[in-house]
């Protein structure tokens, strides 16, 4: 009687035990980590002098930027990212103040693509830069070389990233912008 009581008490525990193990790797699946970082280039620029390294927004520029702040209008952003030059923080002001979120700003040669992805776990974060920096942006939260340099004129394409628990994709949208000259 001894032995087949002491069998029912093991038998118990390793059934109990191998229910607790389920339902830990069903919360696992269950638990989804989404981040979606929208990447723009800077609005069309004054190109009047070419020995100005850090133009402002012309008014088609300006339009733009306020186009952008209309399309994530939609979107619940968590944060927002402009390099320091004039024509990158103007086309991220319309945004900023739509969303009243403050712009941050970085430096595209120096991030660390682990750290920030870590501090926007679960966040939508907009990211304005160039047409170097946001296709190689792009290239470093997908960890792999998909996107080249934008054209020079190419101010209207956005680049969606999202990575779910771990794994990145991506689309790279054209947002015409009727505005004015």
């Not at 990447?39 to 952008?68: C, F, V």
């Not at 340099?149 to 990233?161: C, P, V, W």
Request: proline share 2%; charged share 25%.
């Amino acid at each position: 009687m001894k032995i087949f009581k002491s069998l029912l008490i093991v038998l118990f525990i390793v059934s109990f035990s191998s229910c607790k193990k389920e339902t830990k790797q069903e919360n696992i699946y269950s638990e989804k980590e989404v981040s979606t970082y929208y990447l723009i280039r800077h609005a069309e620029k004054d190109r009047s002098n070419a020995n100005n390294i850090d133009p402002e927004l012309i008014q088609k520029g300006l339009g733009r930027a306020m186009h952008w702040a209309e399309i994530f209008d939609d979107i619940d952003l968590n944060a927002i990212y402009s390099t320091d030059f004039l024509r990158a923080s103007m086309t991220a002001a319309p945004t900023s103040v739509k969303k009243n979120i403050d712009v941050k700003y970085y430096d595209f040669e120096s991030i660390n693509i682990n750290q920030f992805t870590a501090g926007h776990v679960n966040e939508n974060v907009l990211i304005v830069g160039h047409s170097s920096s946001t296709p190689e942006f792009a290239n470093k939260l997908l960890g792999e070389d998909k996107y080249s340099t934008m054209e020079d004129y190419d101010n209207g394409s956005l680049y969606i990233i999202q990575i779910t628990n771990g794994v990145a994709t991506s689309q790279r949208l054209h947002i015409n912008c009727n505005c004015p000259d």
